[in-house]
């Protein structure tokens, strides 16, 4: 049994509430909310009387809370209903304010107030009935059902569709209408196959009679409730904003935010939809696209001196002698059967989105450096044409992680 006193747990407890909600606020506003706790509590248990907060402070949660050592006669398990109960109206009080941070805090909320007391005090609550760890699981519980009831007074339906059509006038900016049509409805095709409820949208790939494409989502998807939409929907912009070119992307999400309007952004928030880490994903560069983009650009290069078949095989004949050295390559799978068709017999594995970007860089470098060896004397000229078909934003992407094509250029020079 702990020798801690009543009013010392009572006063750790609250002091650090004080510090964990003044992070995000400050320990004034920390103070009100507990003070107005202990209000709405007063009545149905009367010994939190003997509980005082200071409102007008100026040295912080040490000097903030009063506590009257009368309340050391309170029975353990009485006075641990008070403080659960209190916390529980902190809560709600804290959910409220649209100051705090409770969004991005709210499944971490009580955790944060259980590190801050420490394993001694959180003992002694145990033997108060008070339970932070079931309080904890409790929460997350309320919270999900909460975030459920928000979803289900969203139109889904409605809003899935203003997206897409968002994503759209986005894509337009960098490719031409029939090719944005057919990029969108690739992508939802290839979400698909995880997120079955996108089988609901409805976009049309051939223009009606006026030259309008029709786009809609059915009401179907209204009835379901999953926390998948949230992560397909933040997977559906990364992948439309990644077939932008870099100028349209640089300031993509902000323009799909401006264009989407602050009611759907907030809607698509409480359907899960987290837009910074769509932010981070846009400008990483996909390992998958550069890995493609290189070897489509090797194969354009090699075919004008040779053929599409020959080009391919001979990509596959040098993927293999690295495959063992350069741990990237196990991720790439060419079908020997389909050398004449390109850059579709290659297979690149998602895994390959988990290799290192320096690991990657060093892959790319030595397979052009190692197809740069056959040309010879125009070996500097190869690598001039690889840059003309690799593109701008694909060239910048490699450089940013660390492909150097200008030592190459320099090989035959030295």
Do not use: C
């Not at 320990?27 to 003070?35: C, G, P, Q």
């Not at 259980?114 to 929460?139: A, N, P």
């Not at 895994?351 to 004397?377: G, H, T």
């Not at 593109?391 to 020079?413: A, M, Y």
Request: glycine share 4%; no cysteine; net charge negative.
């Amino acid at each position: 049994m702990s020798m801690l006193q009543n009013s010392q747990v009572t006063e750790y407890l609250l002091r650090s509430f004080i510090r964990v909600i003044g992070r995000r606020t400050n320990e004034k506003v920390a103070i009100e909310y507990i003070d107005d706790a202990l209000k709405k509590l007063g009545t149905k248990y009367d010994f939190l009387k003997y509980i005082t907060m200071k409102k007008a402070v100026y040295s912080g949660e040490m000097e903030a809370v009063g506590i009257d050592p009368k309340i050391d006669n309170i029975e353990k398990s009485n006075l641990g209903k008070a403080l659960s109960d209190l916390i529980d109206v902190i809560i709600k009080l804290v959910s409220k304010d649209k100051e705090y941070d409770f969004e991005n805090a709210e499944y971490y909320f009580l955790k944060e107030v259980q590190d801050e007391i420490g394993d001694e005090y959180d003992i002694t609550l145990k033997e108060f009935g008070v339970d932070l760890d079931l309080k904890q699981s409790e929460f997350v519980l309320d919270m999900k059902e909460e975030a459920k009831a928000r979803i289900r007074k969203i139109n889904i339906s409605r809003v899935l569709e203003n997206i897409i059509k968002v994503l759209i006038s986005l894509l337009s900016k960098s490719l031409s209408e029939e090719e944005t049509i057919k990029n969108v409805i690739d992508s939802i095709k290839k979400l698909e196959n995880k997120y079955d409820f996108l089988k609901y949208v409805e976009i049309s790939d051939k223009p009606d009679s006026k030259g309008y494409y029709n786009i809609a989502v059915k009401d179907d998807i209204n009835g379901i409730w999953s926390a998948k939409i949230g992560e397909a929907v933040e997977k559906l912009i990364v992948e439309i904003g990644r077939l932008t070119d870099s100028k349209v992307r640089q300031s993509f999400l902000n323009e799909f935010k401006s264009t989407l309007g602050n009611a759907d952004i907030s809607k698509i928030k409480d359907m899960g939809v987290d837009l910074d880490h769509v932010n981070k994903m846009l400008q990483r560069p996909e390992h998958e696209i550069l890995f493609k983009g290189t070897l489509e650009a090797l194969i354009a290069v090699m075919s004008e001196k040779t053929s599409t078949s020959f080009a391919v095989a001979s990509i596959d004949t040098l993927i293999e002698k690295l495959r063992d050295k350069y741990a990237v390559f196990r991720y790439v799978q060419i079908d020997k059967f389909r050398y004449n068709d390109g850059i579709s017999a290659f297979n690149i594995m998602p895994e390959i989105e988990s290799a290192d970007p320096y690991q990657l860089a060093k892959s790319i470098q030595e397979l052009i450096k190692n197809i740069q060896s056959n040309f010879e004397d125009k070996s500097s000229l190869f690598i001039q044409d690889f840059k003309k078909k690799l593109g701008d934003d694909r060239l910048s992407e490699i450089k940013k992680i660390g492909v150097n094509l200008h030592i190459l250029e320099l090989r035959r020079l030295m």
